[in-house]
């Protein structure tokens, strides 16, 4: 199969994770941002997590150099544009971009202004590509409940329109479910669809409380549920789908190697599982790189691609209409 031809959905991509070296090099010299370096191979090296990572801490460090220059109306959207063009070049139909809203305050952005700007940034790429695409919002489990409550609050008026779910990334410690309950029971009144990243680093249960606590309709990566009974039957019966990310596993040593992934073993049992970049520059891949490297894995058989892809669609939180769009793409 031709991966790079082929339709394909994006579920689980970071914004902040998937920047050219070439704007984050155009933005610093032009706002005079201080960079380790200005040669943009060796700057590409600061950007993209080995593969021998040692974990997901070290991993998610590759993130400090982005957000020196997410920090304008102007720059969010040019980087939210460059992402959907980048994904709509190897056919990507449909794209969910993740990103915290809070991490781009330093400079004195308003919330609000920094959420439209990436809307903004979506909707250009959507006037100039056949993508069409949507804005999870994502709260820091390294931050308060409170901060959590803050994006809830002033993402309300953004939903429909260009705004779809909400989420809890970074870090992950065992129990960090009960810390946010409050709040994304609050997002859930509002309106808003329910992802969380559990399971990405060896706690199993984090995902069965995500789902029972936090009321998660898909999983970020929920590779330890194969260590967890309990968080592998929930996800199989209630049909909780896993927004899975083969090469970030690797790096953050969710996984040793790609053979060891689940994602196949998951997918043969009835589980439903979805293929995702997660971060496009920090990982140094693609929708198509990913599908080849899981391909190359476990031989995936056209019914298989095929079944991974309407997984995805049904599973994404775009309105009946895109749906129907995207089932005709394939």
């Known amino acids: 199969m031709d991966f790079l031809t082929l339709p394909k959905i994006e579920l689980h991509c970071h914004l902040d994770g998937s920047l050219r070296a070439e704007t984050i090099l155009d933005i610093a010299k032009k706002e005079g941002i201080d960079l380790p370096t200005f040669n943009k191979e060796e700057l590409q090296k600061e950007l993209v997590a080995p593969l021998d990572c040692e974990s997901l801490d070290e991993y998610l460090k590759r993130f400090d150099l982005p957000n020196l220059v997410m920090q304008s109306k102007e720059n969010l959207k040019r980087i939210s544009f460059e992402l959907f063009e980048d994904a709509a070049k190897e056919h990507v139909k449909y794209m969910e971009v993740r990103f915290a809203p809070l991490l781009h305050i330093k400079k004195g952005l308003e919330v609000e202004e920094i ?9 250009e790429a959507e006037s100039q590509y056949e993508i069409k695409g949507n804005i999870i919002l994502s709260c820091m489990r390294t931050m308060s409940a409170e901060s959590a409550f803050e994006v809830v609050e002033k993402g309300k008026k953004f939903l429909g329109k260009g705004v779809v779910a909400i989420d809890l990334c970074a870090n992950e410690e065992e129990g960090f479910c009960r810390t946010f309950v409050e709040p994304i029971a609050l997002a859930r009144q509002y309106g808003y669809r329910v992802t969380i990243h559990a399971g990405e680093t060896g706690i199993g249960r984090n995902v069965l409380e995500a789902v029972e606590l936090l009321g998660a309709e898909r999983i970020g990566h929920g590779v330890f549920i194969k260590d967890c009974t309990e968080a592998y039957e929930i996800v199989k019966n209630q049909q909780v789908v896993l927004e899975m990310c083969p090469t970030s596993n690797v790096q953050t040593k969710a996984v040793a190697h790609y053979r060891d992934h689940p994602i196949y073993k998951f997918h043969s049992d009835g589980i439903k599982v979805t293929v ?49 769009w995207c089932l005709a793409q394939i």
């Open 276 to 324: 995702n970049t997660d971060n496009r520059t920090v990982s140094d891949t693609t929708m198509a790189k990913e599908f080849s490297l899981v391909d190359n894995e476990f031989h995936l058989s056209k019914d298989d691609y095929r079944r991974i892809y309407l997984n995805s669609v049904e599973a994404s939180f775009a309105d009946e209409i895109t749906k129907a």
């Open 115 to 123: 959420i439209s700007s990436v809307i903004d940034g979506m909707r």
